[in-house]
């Protein structure tokens, strides 16, 4: 079975400054899919992210960024120039890109829990 | 498109009764997932429809636990007589699956069981 590990339960940043989140998985498959999600407090859970297992290219989207290193099985979230909106809950997670009924649902992490100081 | 809606927003039972959320996914999904989200913890996967076929059932769902999708549209998860552990938030989430591999989440039902 597929695990998803987050072992930052909190991380703070101050604003416009770098931060990075650590995830790492365990699997034997080769082709998947990672993702990050935000979720806001009181907020739904909102697509960060995402990154198919097939490209060895990190993903990016604007100031957020990944780190996907396939051996190592890592997938860790960079923001730049932090923002205060940036503060909320982040979930990485994982999902087989087999087919079939047990393949499409998403395994999460624990969350980090990110704060932005002004 | 409006979203991934969830009804209600909050629910507080006494143990023992009844309840039932609704979800109305984003109308051109096919694909919609309730998960299950306690304090602290990452959302755990409940259950899986394409259209109206119930797929996947994780262990998670106890007998107590039933969800439907009519017609392949909004989906109901219904808890029979509830236990203070059932206390959680459940999400909803709906998507194209295959090579559209994200999904849309609702705001969630907050469940307490009092």
């Known amino acids: 079975a597929q695990t998803v590990t987050q072992s930052q339960p909190e991380m703070s940043v101050q604003e416009a400054e770098t931060v990075t989140l650590s995830c790492t998985y365990d699997t034997s498959e080769s082709d998947y899919y990672l993702f990050w999600y935000k979720q806001p407090p009181s907020r739904q859970m909102i697509l960060v992210i995402r990154?198919?297992?097939?490209?060895?290219q990190n993903a990016t989207e604007n100031r957020f960024s990944v780190n996907f290193q396939k051996a190592a099985k890592s997938f860790s979230l960079k923001i730049s120039d932090s923002q205060l909106g940036d503060a909320a809950m982040y979930f990485c997670a994982y999902r087989s890109a087999r087919y079939g009924g047990s393949q499409g649902n998403l395994i999460f992490g624990k969350g980090t829990k990110l704060s932005v100081k002004p | 498109d409006t979203g991934v809606s969830q009804n209600p927003r909050h629910k507080i039972t006494k143990r023992g009764q009844n309840v039932t959320f609704r979800c109305d996914p984003i109308s051109e999904h096919n694909r919609l997932y309730w998960y299950r989200q306690t304090l602290g913890q990452g959302p755990e996967f409940l259950t899986y429809?394409?259209?109206?076929?119930?797929?996947?059932k994780s262990r998670l769902l106890s007998d107590r636990f039933s969800a439907e999708r009519p017609k392949g549209s909004f989906s109901t998860l219904e808890i029979q007589r509830t236990e203070q552990g059932d206390s959680a938030m459940y999400l909803c989430a709906s998507g194209t699956g295959g090579v559209n591999y994200g999904y849309t989440f609702g705001s969630g039902t907050r469940l307490t069981v009092v």
């Open positions: 990154q198919e297992a097939y490209k060895q």
């Open positions: 429809f394409q259209n109206e076929a119930q797929l996947e």
